[in-house]
Every structure is written in C-alpha cells, then in structure tokens.
T-cell receptor, first 114, second 109 residues
Framework: DTAVSQTPKYLVTQMGNDKSIKCEQNLGHDTMYWYKQDSKKFLKIMFSYNNKELIINETVPNRFSPKSPDKAHLNLHINSLELGDSAVYFC?????????????FGPGTRLLVL | GEDVEQSLFLSVREGDSSVINCTYTDSSSTYLYWYKQEPGAGLQLLTYIFSNMDMKQDQRLTVLLNKKDKHLSLRIADTQTGDSAIYFCAASGTYKYIFGTGTRLKVLA
C-alpha cells in the first residue's frame, strides 16, 4: 500500500565504496525526484526525472548517477562515497511536472559514511 | 535566486495556537505548500494554497498568504503534543519545489 517506497532505510558504509538506493512509486506518476536532507535538515533537490528522462540536475557531483528503468522507479547510485555524502535521501513523485503538482515523499534513506 | 526562509524554532504550550511563518522570493510561485516531518520519518503533505487565494482552512490548520509581501503562515489551533515536528514550507517553481529551512515546533505539556 505504500505510495513511495525506498530501500534500504538505513545504509552504513565506508568511504570510497559504491552504493545504490532504490525508489519505487505505485501512484502511476510520471515524475520522480531525489532530494538530500543534511544534518541541519536543509532539503535540496538533486535530480528530477519525467517519463524516464532527466529534467533537473542541480549541480550534483557526477559521482551521483540516477537511473530510471521505468516510470515507477528512480534509483540513485553513488560512487566513491565521501564523508560529506552522509545525509538522508528522500525520493518523491508527482503526477506530472506541471506547476503546482503535489509531490509525495518516501520515508527516506539514512546514509552514514564512515 | 529563489529562496524560502523560515524561523528555525517555535515553542508553544499544549492547547495554545501555533503560528509558523515563511517568506519566499519567487513571485511566480503559483502554489505554496506546508509539509510536516516527524522524527525519523519522511515528509507528509499537510496543506497547500494557490497563489490567488489569501486564506485556506482545513480543520485545525489555517494558511494565510500575503502575496504582496510574499509571506505565508500556518496556524495550528489547539496545538497538541503530537504536533511536535519540523514544518517545511515549499514554493513551487519550474519543475521543482524550493523548500524552506524548516521550523522545529516543540509543544510543551
């Protein structure tokens, strides 16, 4: 029944490793997003995909590579993890990219890089 | 660039009203949102207002919008301990939301 789900919920890993976070939505939405929330709770958009095509890439290091195999999934792969990547990553979806479309958020993935 | 600002903390007594304020810079934002984040959880949409409205009420929640001053507020009537959370306002932009810094509401019993 979960509308937007993410796995894993927690991820603890060493610096330099490569890891992936998965997101799935069962709302039939066309648009999906990745946000990063830092330790001060500031929330910033990273990427947005519409119908599997990248439409927003907000000056995120190219170690971060989103992949959308289909409209219902948007995964985030991170290479060569750094300490500063520790954060909570939220996936979200909306019906379309239209202005005013409500975004629905997943529960978050808490990433800790040691 | 686009910016959304909120005060970081608010503390109220149970039963009182809470007012959380937000200012934004992008006058083209057509929708403005309030989200609630409880500890360890994701963001839950509380309510939103279209920019041609100046007020919206939904049970204990009242949203006021002053478009001229680009000021948005969320009033929670009869605040309960379960309302303790971080409240984010967000302005809709092209393809994306701009989130405020979040206001941590603490409700004292």
């Amino acid at each position: 029944d979960t509308a937007v789900s993410q796995t894993p919920k927690y991820l603890v890993t060493q610096m330099g490793n490569d890891k992936s976070i998965k997101c799935e939505q069962n709302l039939g939405h066309d648009t999906m997003y990745w946000y990063k929330q830092d330790s001060k709770k500031f929330l910033k958009i990273m990427f947005s995909y519409n119908n599997k095509e990248l439409i927003i890439n907000e000056t995120v290091p190219n170690r971060f590579s989103p992949k959308s195999p289909d409209k219902a999934h948007l995964n985030l792969h991170i290479n060569s993890l750094e300490l500063g990547d520790s954060a909570v990553y939220f996936c979200a979806s909306s019906r379309t990219t239209g202005v005013g479309e409500t975004q629905y958020f997943g529960p978050g993935t808490r990433l800790l890089v040691l | 660039g686009e910016d959304v600002e909120q005060s970081l903390f608010l503390s109220v007594r149970e039963g009182d009203s809470s007012v959380i304020n937000c200012t934004y810079t992008d006058s083209s934002s057509t929708y403005l949102y309030w989200y609630k984040q409880e500890p360890g959880a994701g963001l839950q949409l509380l309510t939103y207002i279209f920019s041609n409205m100046d007020m919206k009420q939904d049970q204990r929640l009242t949203v006021l919008l002053n478009k001229k001053d680009k000021h948005l507020s969320l009033r929670i009537a009869d605040t309960q301990t379960g309302d303790s959370a971080i409240y984010f306002c967000a302005a809709s932009g092209t393809y994306k939301y701009i989130f405020g810094t979040g206001t941590r509401l603490k409700v004292l019993a």
